[in-house]
């Protein structure tokens, strides 16, 4: 029998774990510094099914979702056509949120492991993630731009469908490995662990992992966007020092 | 080695943008341009965003022409006054850029603008130097060619708001100098570029400033207008990485200090010959990405990023 998702909410509330399992996780980094050099991430999520009971008899089997969401805003999404014999963008359909990344790595396939209610409850599936309110007034054929905005960043590696990638041992112990490309961008990085069991969400952990710009990376970038008539200056100074210098350093060089 | 650039978000491989840099710098200083119009182009290439290619184009366009100018200065061969008279007209074409370049950011069509200015200009600059470099072949094969007349008077020297240039030995209307001025500066700003390809011939066949001035002034002036041009686009829209232009700068001056070298060793028509075809190549490159039809129709823009 299926629960339905408002009775678990229901049960939540009181503060009752439907089952009386919950899930404990942690990361192997909460911190992913962009450096100079920074060539992607790998993030190991572990965990463990905590129980009161014994794993009930004769249920649905425990899976465990895993999703990673960078920072969500505002995009546009264009589409060329032909005009005058050169392609050019012609119509746009603005997404109100996507995020900048996102990872959703299963222990089955995700239609297995979860229903339609809860996966629009909890935002779970990639198509989910993102929020494109309105756009179907501009454009008659809107949903093909939002299909377009997940086909890029999953040729990117920036949305990420990884299902059987998280491995469930005896019912308790899960690990997942989520890859950060090395074109994500700053911010805060949250992520869900999911519980379910026939579909149902029966337990859910948020933690978070925090990437930021360090070091010269973060400088420059701060300065950049805060101070840009001085970050523009320092950009023509650095220029005009190693054309000097360069200049000077080849006649002595010559001499 | 990959390196993460601050502004453009995206890590590339470090040796590709001093290497780009290098063969650019090469280029340079085999043929005395500024590179900046192949520098561009390239970056758009390797996946730079175009508003981070053009702004950060135009800061490395600072470095070299400061590297160049300082033997022009040595050598007396600036003229201070109509560089100056240049530079003015230069800010305004360079502001006027920007607006336009922000204008076309807000309608969504910057990468289109870009690419558009590119193939009518480096194709058209490119058909001009082909022919011009095929024509000196002839002339150098046949010695009894009619010398050049070495002063001409032109319509520009019959305009008001006339000046004296000591160095170039002119007097003319300062009007046609500030509208190269402002041409030029324009094109700094849309296409990260110094100009120096259109200002050049422009010296030369307009202005009828005599040749040996001409390409440090012309330096001189681009110095400044593309400092401005990248304050203007640092404060504007936020697209100068400079840890890109570092690298380039980098890769840049060495590589202009062996093309100068190689230049000396090589023919010069011949050369120029090269250097045309290089650039109606970059041209016809960008042609077809427009013309042919697209692998993929959709482009994401993040809002409130160049």
Known sequence: MRI????????????????????????????????????????????????????????????????????????????????????VNVEAVSVSSAPSYYAVATSGLLGDVLTATEDLRHRV?????????????????????TDALLRIREEDGLYQ??????????????????????NITEGVYSTRIFLTRGGAVIDRFDTAIDVSKVGIERWLFVTAHEQPVFYGLLAVLIAMFSGWAASAGFRYLRS | MQIYLPIAEISINAFLLLGIGGVVGMLSGMFGVGGGFLITPLLFFIGIPPAVAVATGVNQVVASSVSGVLAHLRRKTVDLRMGTVLLVGGIF???????????MRSLGQIDLFVQLSYVVFLGA??????????????????????????????????????MKFRTSGLYISVIPPVLVGISVGFLAAIMGVGGGFIMVPAMIYLLGMPTKVVVGTSLFQIIFVAAFTTVMHASNTYSVDILLALFLIIGGVIGAQIGTTLGLRLKAEQLRILLALLVLLVSGKIALDLLLTPAELYSISIDGRW
Do not use: C
Request: glycine fraction near 8%; proline fraction near 8%; charged fraction near 20%.
């Open chain 2, 125 to 162: 600059i490119g058909f001009l130097m082909l022919q011009e470099a095929l024509r000196a072949l002839l002339r150098t094969r046949r010695a009894d060619a009619p010398p050049r007349r070495l002063h001409q008077h032109l319509w520009v020297h019959k305009l008001p708001l006339k």
């Open chain 1, 161 to 182: 469908l990884l299902e059987g990638e998280v491995e469930l041992d005896r019912d308790t112990l899960f690990t997942a490995r989520i890859s950060l490309p090395a």
């Open chain 1, 4 to 87: 339905p998702g408002f009775l678990i909410a229901f049960i939540m509330l009181l503060g009752l774990p439907a089952r009386g399992e919950e899930v404990v996780a942690a990361l192997s980094q909460t911190n992913v510094a962009l450096t100079a050099t920074f060539e992607g991430s790998e993030i190991l999520v572990y965990g463990a099914v905590r129980r009161e009971a014994p794993i009930p008899e004769g249920d649905p089997p425990l899976e465990v979702i895993v999703t990673v969401q960078g920072p969500a805003g505002p995009l546009t999404v264009w589409r060329k056509a032909r005009r005058a014999g050169i392609w």
């Open chain 1, 125 to 145: 599936s990639i198509p989910r993630a993102i929020r494109a309110f309105g756009a179907a007034d501009t454009v008659p054929d809107a949903e093909a731009f």
């Open chain 2, 93 to 103: 074409g360079s502001a006027l850029g920007i607006w336009v370049f922000s204008q």
